[in-house]
């Protein structure tokens, strides 16, 4: 149970809702914004003193009755609700380090998609396996470091100059804030792998962005159904942004694809011969 973190997203929560969302009056004006603490505990079916003491990290771990309660009371979306049973212990836990092997079938599979940029990434924003078009779109991942293809540190802390940091694609804006809310759920299920701790306390002390965004204690990212890359080379690619999950090693991986005949798919065609040799970002 992280009582801190806790208590900390329990308290951006109820800070977001105003009192006609749950069906209370306004009143009169409110100095502070959100419902009341004991707003919450009404709502939640429990006593104020219990709810104030969760919010301040001092409570013992609550019942999954109690979450529930509390998860309604504050309107919870399901990705809130789950992240608010890691948060208290109640959830199943992981090994404590995030998975960085790839399942060889999933390699494989990588190499038969020759029109679709695909790539495979960690829980912490690692890319771990990429195709030859993913490269060529992005970058040449086998020619860096593996502490350099992590796409988190790519979107906050590499310099704006020469050409961007995010391959100029079209929603950095949006990524960067899917970056921070898928972080911020990772180190709730991984609190003890060192990499990812070293990786959220270097964008925390690296990026201003990256801390104001951190400070919302937002979990659930809308999907990215497309984007557009503008690329050196080929000029603006406008590619379906398609994930799909792999749950046993918390793994994801990502396919970049354009309708068939479309000017995109041309530009998919061409860079597929040109490969890395393309063009870069930097």
């Not at 419902?35 to 003193?49: F, G, N, P």
């Not at 309604?72 to 990705?79: C, E, M, S």
């Not at 890691?86 to 079938?105: E, I, K, M, N, Y």
């Amino acid at each position: 149970m992280d009582k801190l973190e806790l208590g900390a997203f329990l308290r951006s929560r109820r800070e977001r809702l105003r009192p006609e969302d749950v069906g209370l009056p306004s009143g009169a004006r409110r100095r502070t914004p959100g419902l009341r603490r004991e707003e919450v505990a009404v709502l939640a079916h429990i006593s104020t003193e219990y709810y104030v003491r969760l919010e301040q990290g001092r409570a013992p771990r609550p019942s999954g009755e109690v979450l529930a309660g509390i998860a309604g009371a504050l309107r919870l979306t399901d990705a809130e609700s789950d992240h608010l049973h890691v948060l208290a212990g109640t959830a199943p836990s992981r090994t404590g380090l995030v998975r960085r092997d790839v399942r060889p079938s999933i390699l494989a599979l990588l190499e038969r998609l020759p029109q679709t940029a695909a790539f495979v990434m960690s829980a912490a924003f690692e890319v771990l396996a990429w195709n030859d078009l993913a490269a060529a779109l992005m970058e040449d991942f086998a020619g860096l470091a593996p502490r350099d293809r992590n796409l988190a540190r790519r979107a906050f802390l590499a310099p704006e100059d020469g050409g961007g940091p995010l391959y100029g694609v079209s929603d950095a804006a949006e990524f960067r804030q899917h970056v921070v809310m898928q972080l911020r759920s990772t180190l709730a299920r991984y609190p003890s792998d060192p990499a990812v701790t070293g990786l959220v306390d270097e964008l925390r002390g690296g990026s201003p962005e990256f801390v104001r965004l951190w400070e919302r204690h937002d979990v659930q990212a809308a999907p990215m159904l497309s984007k557009t890359f503008r690329h050196p080379a080929v000029g603006e690619v406008t590619v379906d942004c398609d994930v799909l999950a792999l749950t046993d090693r918390d793994q994801h991986m990502v396919l970049y694809s354009a309708p068939q005949g479309s000017r995109s798919a041309e530009a998919l065609a061409l860079l597929n011969v040109l490969g890395t040799e393309a063009g870069d970002y930097h």
